[in-house]
C-alpha cells in the first residue's frame, strides 16, 4: 500500500514540474485568467455606481447659471463631455449613443421675475432612451434642490428617510471574481487533460505507462493531487490581485476557501479526466469538450447572476456541475458562510463527483 501511494507522490511532482516548466502551460493556467480578471474587474469594479454620459450647453451667463453647471461637472453621477460646441454637435453625438442625454441651461436662466430668480433646464434625450433622460431629469432636479432651498420653505409634511442596512449587499465585483475563479477552475480542470492526455496518447506515453505497474486510480488521483496544487497557485495570484487592484473585501476563512476550491478542482477535473481520456485525439477531444463547458459559462452564473436569468432557467441551471461550486466560492468570500453552511452545494458536488469520476474509470482510455 505505501508503494502504490509513493507511486502517486512522484507522478503528482512530475506532473507539477512538468507544469511550471512549460512556459505556455504557465501562460493559459496562471497569467490567461489575468486578463479576463482585468477586464471584467475594469468593467464591474468601480461597484454599483450609476453614471451618464451628458453634454451641458450653457446659453446664460448668470452666476445661478454657472453654479449649476460646476455642480453637474462636479458630480460624480455625470460624465461631462467638455469638448461639445454646440447643440448640432451634441445631437450628431447622442445619434451614435455617444451621449446620454443634453442637458441645455436657456439664455434667461437666473433671471429675476417676480422678485426672484427663476429658469427652466431643457433634458433633451433621443426616444428610444427615455428611461436614462427621465433618470437623468430626476438627478439634474437634485442639483437643483440647493438653489431652491435657499428661494422657498422646502420643509415637506411627507419625508423617505434612508436608514442603511446591518447587511451590506454584493457589489458588482463580487460576482465578477466569483465567477472568474469558476471559470479559471474549467480552464485548470477540462482544458488542461482535455489538450494534455490526447498528445500524451499521440506520443505514446500512456501505452507505455501501461506497461508498468501504474494503476488507473493512481494516475487519475496524482493528477489531482498535482491540478489542485497548481490550482492553488494559480487562483491565490488571482485572489492577490483582486485585492490589491480591485479591492475585493474577502469576508470568508482563507483556509475554508482553500478547502473549497480544492474540492471544487477535483469536481471539474473528473470531467476533463473523462473527455480526455476517453479521446482519442484533439478532434474528438474538443467538440466534446466545449459541448460540456459552454453551457456552464452562460447558464452557471459564471460571467453574470443567475437571478437576472427566468425563473425556469434558475431552477434548470442550479443542477449543473459548476453552479454550486460559483454559488460556494460566492458565499464564502462575499458572506463568510462556513463548510457547514454549504450542505446543500457540497451535496450536489458530491454526487456530480461520484458520477463522473465513476464515468472517467470507465471510458478511460490508454491509446
Known amino acids: 500500500m505505501k508503494k502504490a501511494w509513493y507511486t502517486v507522490y512522484v507522478f503528482t511532482m512530475l506532473n507539477t514540474k512538468r ?4 512556459r505556455l502551460a504557465i501562460f493559459f493556467g496562471v497569467l490567461f485568467p489575468l486578463i479576463f480578471l482585468f477586464v471584467f474587474g475594469g468593467i464591474s469594479g468601480g ?50 449613443s455617444q451621449l ?28 428610444n432612451n427615455e428611461q436614462a433622460g427621465n433618470a437623468i431629469a430626476t438627478l439634474v432636479q437634485n442639483e437643483l434642490l440647493p ?20 447587511r451590506s449587499s454584493l457589489q458588482a465585483f463580487d460576482y465578477t471574481f466569483a465567477g472568474l475563479l469558476g471559470f479559471s ?12 492526455f490526447p498528445e500524451l496518447k499521440k506520443q505514446g506515453i500512456l501505452r507505455r505507462l501501461r506497461t508498468t505497474s501504474l494503476k488507473v486510480w493512481q494516475y487519475f488521483v496524482s493528477t489531482m493531487l498535482s491540478q489542485a496544487m497548481i490550482g492553488l497557485v494559480s487562483l491565490s495570484v488571482m485572489f492577490i490581485v483582486a485585492i490589491t487592484v480591485f479591492h475585493l473585501h474577502v469576508v470568508g476563512n482563507y ?5 473549497f476550491l480544492i474540492l471544487s478542482i477535483f469536481l471539474i477535473l473528473g470531467m476533463g479526466l473523462a473527455i480526455g481520456g476517453w479521446a482519442k485525439n484533439e478532434r474528438q477531444a474538443a467538440p466534446l469538450s466545449n459541448i460540456v463547458v459552454f453551457p456552464m459559462l452562460f447558464l452557471s452564473g459564471t460571467f453574470f447572476p443567475r437571478f437576472l436569468m427566468p425563473e425556469w432557467l434558475q431552477h434548470l441551471s442550479a443542477f449543473l456541475p459548476l453552479t454550486p461550486v460559483i454559488d460556494g466560492i460566492r458565499l464564502i468570500i462575499t458572506e463568510g458562510a462556513h463548510l457547514s453552511d454549504l450542505l446543500p452545494q457540497l451535496g450536489l458536488m458530491a454526487i456530480w463527483m461520484a458520477v463522473i469520476y465513476f464515468i472517467a474509470f470507465k471510458v478511460f482510455r490508454w491509446e
Open 185 to 196: 477552475i474549467i480552464g485548470l480542470g477540462i482544458f488542461g487533460p482535455v489538450n494534455v
Open 47 to 96: 461597484g454599483n455606481n450609476l453614471s451618464f454620459n451628458v453634454a451641458v450647453l450653457n446659453n446664460a451667463t448668470s452666476q445661478p447659471a454657472t453654479q449649476l453647471v460646476n455642480s453637474v461637472n462636479g458630480s460624480k453621477t455625470f460624465k461631462v463631455a467638455k469638448d461639445v460646441t454646440d447643440m448640432a454637435d451634441a445631437q450628431e453625438r447622442m445619434s451614435r
Open 19 to 22: 507544469f511550471f516548466r512549460d
Open 100 to 127: 446620454d442625454a443634453i442637458v441645455i441651461i436657456p439664455k434667461d436662466f437666473g433671471t429675476v421675475q417676480a422678485g426672484r430668480p427663476s429658469g427652466n433646464v431643457t433634458i433633451s434625450y433621443s426616444p
Open 147 to 166: 438653489f431652491n432651498a435657499k428661494l422657498v420653505d422646502t420643509d415637506l409634511p411627507y419625508k423617505a428617510i434612508p436608514q442603511a442596512s446591518n
Open 255 to 259: 483556509v475554508e476557501i482553500a478547502l
